[in-house]
């Protein structure tokens, strides 16, 4: 039979043991890792290691607010930056987005990331630098043709009254416009009336089914309308680019066309760059209706 001084003696070392197990275990598991430092977005500057990749557009509208609309030179190349806070340069002296003007060229300094959307978008932009435009080049001529188009959507303007879609040929107009440039200025035509713009030719539209049949002439041609929408063109008219007293001048017809009986047109208009400063009137020769 087992006396108390052993059995107390007993239940001691039991004791021991499982504490000695306890703590072999522990330490068998090594410390607790300390928890990972939270990932840190990085400012908008460029670091001591980075490259940045350069863009050059054209500045086509937006320059009074700050919210631009840039355009490149191949199809779909359109763009929206809201300047804010970021440096600006104007022929190479700091600047600010006030200094900016419609028809610049201007190059940014980005980390090359690019948002999928219409118009596009940049990721990080780190730099703005602008360039006065040279003297005697097509200046502005984006916003040109964007009063032009607007003046012919104000005139007889029941012909576009209620459409939510325009079609925009702007495929001969003079001036050498570059397809990024003619994409963009046909999306602010759009966003300025709130219609769904888009490039096309009247033949395309009949081509994609957006037209309908209308009537048929005495020999039995078939004629057409767009009922849900309206298209506008500026084509060359003869001797579109030339000069007068020296300076550069475009000559072109603007017309607007919903269906045979619909449409209206600025004929023989002439434009004169006024020598310091952008392209911004022009003379109607005719107005022609049908």
Not at 138 to 148: E, H
Request: hydrophobic share 40%; proline share 5%.
């Amino acid at each position: 039979m087992w006396t108390k001084p052993v059995l107390t003696l007993l239940l001691t070392l039991a004791l021991l043991a499982g504490c000695g197990e306890t703590q072999e275990n522990t330490a068998s598991s090594g410390p607790l890792a300390p928890p990972e430092p939270a990932a840190q977005t990085a400012p908008v500057s460029l670091a001591e290691d980075e490259t940045p990749d350069y863009v050059t557009l054209r500045l086509v509208d937006g320059a009074e607010t700050g919210e631009l609309v840039l355009a490149g030179e191949t199809v779909g190349q359109v763009y929206t930056l809201t300047v804010g806070d970021i440096p600006v340069t104007v022929d190479g002296k700091a600047a600010s987005a006030g200094d900016l003007a419609d028809g610049m060229m201007v190059t940014l300094a980005t980390n090359g990331m690019v948002l999928e959307t219409y118009p596009a978008r940049f990721g990080d932009v780190y730099l703005l630098e602008a360039e006065t435009p040279i003297g005697g080049s097509y200046t502005d001529l984006c916003g040109f043709y964007l009063k032009v188009l607007d003046d012919l959507w104000q005139v007889d303007s029941g012909l576009n009254s209620g459409i939510t879609q325009a079609a925009v040929d702007l495929s001969q107009a003079p001036g050498n416009l570059t397809e990024g440039e003619k994409d963009a200025l046909i999306w602010c035509f759009g966003q300025s009336h709130g219609v769904d713009a888009f490039a096309a030719t009247w033949d395309e539209l009949a081509e994609g089914g957006y037209l309908t049949e209308a009537v048929q002439d005495g020999n039995g041609t078939s004629l057409y309308q767009w009922e849900d929408g309206c298209h506008f063109s500026i084509t060359p008219h003869e001797g579109a680019e030339g000069e007068a007293y020296s300076l550069p001048v475009l000559r072109f017809d603007a017309e607007k066309h919903r269906s045979p009986l619909g449409a209206y047109s600025f004929y023989d208009c002439t434009a004169v760059w006024p020598e310091f400063g952008a392209w911004s009137d022009y003379q109607v020769g005719a107005e022609m209706i049908a």
